[in-house]
């Protein structure tokens, strides 16, 4: 047995002897019989029962007093915690504004970065128009378009989606689908049709001399017996022999070649993409315009490569192909085409850098 519940028992006992007693006192008979030990045995019970309420009262003063510093321990803790959450506040908002200057630090090392590769290509169209022994390489072109993937036109499309949202304010919860819509673009609008320049596919036509379409068909009905063509057929045989080309074959391009078909390319994709030239920012068109002449450089190096080397897209519905094809970040490999985001570089017929595609697989 406890000491405690001993102490209890004591008590029990002591109740029991007094209860006794006062039934004694106020009975009829009035006999009352004291036993000695039995006194002796109470005085000692009472002793240890005071000692024991005094040991009880101590303890519960040392108890209030432990409560009263956790108290005040907790409310120390509560103070620090708000300290630290303003702290905490204080540095996300700190460190929120070191990450936008490091962007903008890195937005303007970018831009720095493209102007330096367009000198470059100036001074290596400016020291020689023709490849010869340093022709391009398909190795390090290959790098040449990850990198132009990877880095100049994903900062272009990121900066030309935010004009677009600007607008279009729906379009931030559709931010994956745009973005795909804007690479597909651009991919149409600069990388393939500027190949079409590169490779000579960009012919325009002028007015026929007047007087020109008379004057032929006269001379060739005094030539020609039995002449019988007409008019209509007669403009189209000039209008092709007078064609000429916008651009010069690529190794011959100068620094206004890429400025013109930067600004035409430009124009063409802000006209693909919905976009109002007049309402975009000067920062916005001039990294248009970098990224472009940026493109077309790679294309130019791609076109005078042995063999040479050709951005292909593939056609919505085509089977998925390894071999040619990478599926977009967040699309399964296998099923058919849908779009393709970026083209593939293709050198006899080899994918050296697949096709990125969206696939309904």
Known sequence: MSQKNIKYSQ?????????????????????????????????????????????????????????????????????????IRQSLNSNKQHFEEK???????????????????????????????????????????????KTLK??????????????????????RQQRKQIVNHIKATLSVTVLIKGQEIMQGNNREQRELPQGLLEETREFLHQKLQNFQAQTSQIEKFLQKVIEISKYPRAGEWKEEDFHKASEELREYLYDELNLDSSSLTQDLKNQTTKAIQNALNFLEDAALCEPPAILLLYKEKEPFCIDYHEAALGWHEGGK?????????IVNGEAKVRAVVLTDS
């Open 337 to 345: 085409i849908v779009k393709t985001v970026y083209p593939a570089y």
């Open 99 to 145: 990450y936008n200057q490091q962007n903008q630090k890195i937005n303007i090392l970018e831009e720095s970065r493209s102007n330096l590769l367009a000198e470059l290509a100036s001074l290596k169209r400016n020291s020689s128009t023709h490849y010869q022994s340093d022709s391009p390489k398909h190795y390090i072109l290959i790098d040449k378009y």
């Open 11 to 83: 008590l029990v006992y002591v109740y029991k002897w007094l209860k006794n007693l006062s039934n004694s006192l106020y009975s009829s008979e009035n006999n009352i019989t004291i036993d000695p030990e039995e006194v002796k045995t109470f005085t000692e019970y009472t002793h240890q029962a005071i000692f024991l309420i005094k040991q009880l009262l101590q303890n519960i003063n040392v108890l209030t007093k432990q409560l009263e510093e956790l108290n005040k321990q907790v409310k120390l803790y509560r103070l620090q915690e708000s300290e």
């Open 150 to 171: 990877d880095q100049e036109l994903a900062s272009l499309i990121n900066n030309l989606f935010q004009a677009m949202a600007e607008i279009k304010p729906e379009f």
